[in-house]
């Protein structure tokens, strides 16, 4: 029995006949990578991605990147998948990427920010570095700053606060006193009030101190209105002592 070998040089041959040859199979290979690649961009595989800017801030103060302090902000989504990632710059700007890819695909995101500061070590070893942002924001299991991102550009400003809190012994709120001469108790009761000439609720003073009743002198606060202000203080007793004793001098 004579065996019989057959080279086929038209190995890219279907049974129809529709691939003349190899060169034609792969010329149409091509052409279909190229065709899904077009309609990938065109359509959006996988969703088309967003893209996220903003910038960043402390305390109403820029966050700022440098050599010293690196500022870094991630978006986790919600539902899963790769995070998205960028590096604040020295005016506390940030523009997120994917990996390599600028952007990230529409959603609802779980933000954080942690800003590290380096310092050089004493010894000339490994620097020493800590954590200048509150560690509410630095954890995705305890911040609370939330996203959601559009399709298309989206810009997500984020002022953080350190949360710092000043101890003190005493609180003094300079809020003024508005004074309000029928207030004054031994001043409300009797023929007094009804003698006294008041107006926005100052008496009513000649150059001397002495109100509308003769014999009765009023300084201090009370007298600010038609003294100024300086004699609202206690370094004023002085003057007005000197200014009320002269007018109760013998002529």
């Given amino acids: 029995m004579k065996m019989r070998t057959v080279a086929r040089?038209?190995?890219?041959?279907?049974?129809?006949?529709?691939?003349?040859?190899?060169?034609?199979?792969?010329?149409?290979?091509?052409?279909?990578?190229?065709?899904?690649?077009?309609?990938c961009v065109i359509s959006g595989c996988g969703g088309a991605p967003a893209s996220v800017s903003g910038k960043l801030t402390l305390d109403g103060k820029t966050l700022a990147g440098s050599n010293q302090v690196r500022v870094t902000?991630?978006?986790?989504?919600?539902?899963?998948?790769a995070p998205a990632g960028?590096?604040?710059?020295?005016?506390?700007r940030y523009q997120l990427a994917t990996g390599a890819q600028v952007g990230l695909a529409p959603g609802k995101y779980i933000v954080i920010v942690a800003a590290t500061e380096s310092a050089p070590a004493a010894t000339g070893g490994i620097p020493n570095k800590r954590i200048i942002t509150p560690t509410e924001y630095t954890d995705p299991k305890k911040t609370k700053l939330r996203a959601e991102v559009q399709p298309g550009g989206n810009t997500f400003d984020f002022d953080l606060t350190s949360g710092a809190k000043l101890r003190a012994d005493h609180v003094i709120l300079a809020t003024g006193y508005k004074v309000d001469i029928h207030r004054v108790p031994f001043l409300a009761t009797g023929p007094v009030r009804a003698r006294l000439e008041v107006r926005n609720g100052f008496p009513v003073l000649d150059e001397h101190f002495q109100t509308s009743i003769p014999g009765l002198f009023i300084t201090s606060m009370a007298a600010t209105q038609d003294f100024g202000p300086f004699f609202g203080f206690t370094v004023s007793a002085r003057a007005s002592a000197l200014t009320i004793g002269h007018s109760l001098r013998p002529a």
Avoid at 27 to 37: A, K, N, Y
Avoid at 73 to 81: K, N, T, V
């Fill in 86 to 92: 960028a590096v604040a710059d020295e005016q506390g």
């Fill in 9 to 39: 040089a038209d190995c890219g041959r279907t049974k129809g006949g529709f691939f003349e040859d190899r060169q034609t199979w792969w010329e149409f290979v091509g052409r279909l990578r190229f065709s899904l690649l077009v309609f």
């Fill in 73 to 81: 902000i991630m978006f986790y989504p919600e539902a899963g998948g």
